[in-house]
């Protein structure tokens, strides 16, 4: 018997803009992770981390469209800065207030909160130390916030907030954070206060640079795990570790022949347990000798003991039998991934994000390809590739849009099919975001949705769509 997917995971000048969406009166929260107004549908926050906030050049937003039955668009949204009613600190130049993202129900009150980095933030006199704040999730929407005590004795350029995970990383039922940066990386235990004080407060291992961070459960006992690629001399693809519950608290276990940053985890063979995908997408080069001439991505798979590192994994990219395009140097398919059921199958998909692709003469236009899960694991049968000129999308593809920035799979009208939400930070300079919905036979271009980052009054460079929230 197929087995439920498994989907746990792996940025203008002051706060809401419009009436938003609330969750009825007397309604209790939807509790899911991604819903911010509690009223049963995933809203999408994204980054517009170089938005200028008044002066203020490159400071920072966060913009959120709030889910529906009707999907998301432009008026239904806020955009949040540091300069908005209640949220701590002000909005400064170069602070990149939306650099990292992660969602979750950190109070424990029913409503998804969101955790925004800031890795330009400056502390004194010590520059772009780096700060995480979250921004609360209530019936209006997310409003307010804290600021996630920081590491201490933090060094300049330390870049803390660039990746953020939220999941139940020691099996108690409640939601924990973990936060990265160049130097630093911090464990939080969950619930967190209202004044953004959490149960317990410890760092990680000294683990070299690391930049993103993602978690799920891969071993089944309830227990997500958390993980932590960063890059070494001498493994230029990436040294991947993850964190595992034991008895007395936490292993570090690694994947040795794994290569890549960015990750996702989520049920792509429906056993009930999650499984890893990793992309690898920098061309291998003379230090690098791992990877694929324009990107790839590796799925490991989850069991009772987690992903076995002697295993062979799923290894796919742009040269690989059935897979749409082909693999071109500086395409950076892989740089980018999402995870979710797009044809309510029982088998998460995956979402590959190749910013690089060029279309002809079009330089950096951008691309994304569709992948599907099955019994076997990740198939490239039905393989779809996807870019702003294929029929129906909106808008088109030119030079620098690099579609597929950001990539994730959400169900954002509730039908139980993920739709895909693909964030082309470089559109017209500015940024835009793109909403195809999820149908049987993979994303369809029936009710699409283009916002740019001038439908939501982002100005200045913006960089709108850089990071979606997983």
Do not use: C
């Amino acid at each position: 018997m197929r087995k439920r997917v498994l989907l746990l995971a792996a940025t203008l000048t002051t706060g809401l803009l419009t009436a938003l969406p609330a969750t009825p009166a007397g309604a209790a929260p939807s509790r899911l992770s991604g819903d911010f107004n509690g009223d049963g549908y995933l809203d999408i926050a994204l980054s517009a981390q170089s938005h200028d906030v008044g002066k203020a050049h490159q400071a920072g937003a966060v913009v959120v469209l709030y889910g529906s039955a009707s999907g998301v668009s432009a008026a239904r949204r806020s955009v949040i800065t540091q300069n908005s009613a209640g949220v701590p600190g002000t909005a400064e130049t170069g602070d990149v207030f939306g650099a990292g993202l992660a969602a979750g129900d950190l109070d424990g009150d029913g409503y998804s909160d969101l955790v925004v980095g800031a890795t330009g933030e400056s502390i004194g006199d010590r520059d772009q130390v780096g700060s995480a704040t979250i921004l609360w999730g209530g019936r209006p929407g997310l409003s307010g916030g804290a600021v996630v005590p920081p590491p201490a004795n933090q060094s300049e350029w330390g870049d803390f907030g660039r990746g953020a995970a939220i999941a139940d990383f020691d099996g108690d039922h409640k939601l924990d954070l973990t936060v990265t940066g160049r130097t630093q990386t911090r464990l939080y235990r969950g619930p967190f206060t209202r004044s953004g004080t959490p149960v317990t407060n410890t760092g990680v291992g000294e683990m070299g640079s690391t930049s993103e961070t993602y978690a799920g459960d891969l071993n089944g006992d309830g227990a997500a795990e958390r993980f932590y690629p960063f890059l070494v001399d001498g493994d230029e693809g990436g040294d991947v570790i993850y964190y595992t519950r034991n008895s007395t608290g936490y292993t570090m276990k690694h994947l040795p022949k794994a290569d890549g940053v960015a990750g996702s985890v989520a049920d792509i063979n429906g056993d009930g347990y999650g499984d890893v995908v990793l992309g690898d997408a920098p061309d291998p080069t003379g230090t690098k000798k791992s990877g694929h001439k324009g990107g790839q991505i590796t799925v490991w798979y989850g069991g009772p003991t987690g992903p076995d590192p002697a295993q062979t994994p799923t290894v796919i990219h742009q040269d690989t039998t059935g897979v749409p395009g082909t693999g071109e140097s500086g395409d950076l398919f892989g740089s980018s991934v999402g995870t979710g059921d797009i044809n309510s199958d029982g088998y998460a998909d995956v979402a590959v994000g190749t910013p690089g692709e060029k279309l002809g003469k079009i330089a950096e236009a951008g691309s994304v390809t569709i992948l599907f899960g099955s019994a076997s694991g990740l198939t490239t049968k039905g393989a779809q590739g996807w870019t702003q000129d294929s029929k129906g999308v909106p808008g088109g593809s030119e030079t620098g849009d690099r579609f597929g920035q950001s990539v994730r799979l959400l169900d954002i009208n509730g039908d139980g099919r993920a739709d895909l939400v693909s964030g082309a930070a470089g559109e017209d300079g500015h940024g835009a975001v793109t909403i195809l919905r999820g149908s049987a036979s993979g994303p369809t271009t029936g009710s699409a949705k283009f916002i740019a980052a001038r439908d939501v009054a982002l100005t200045g460079r913006g960089d709108f769509g850089w990071a979606i929230a997983p």
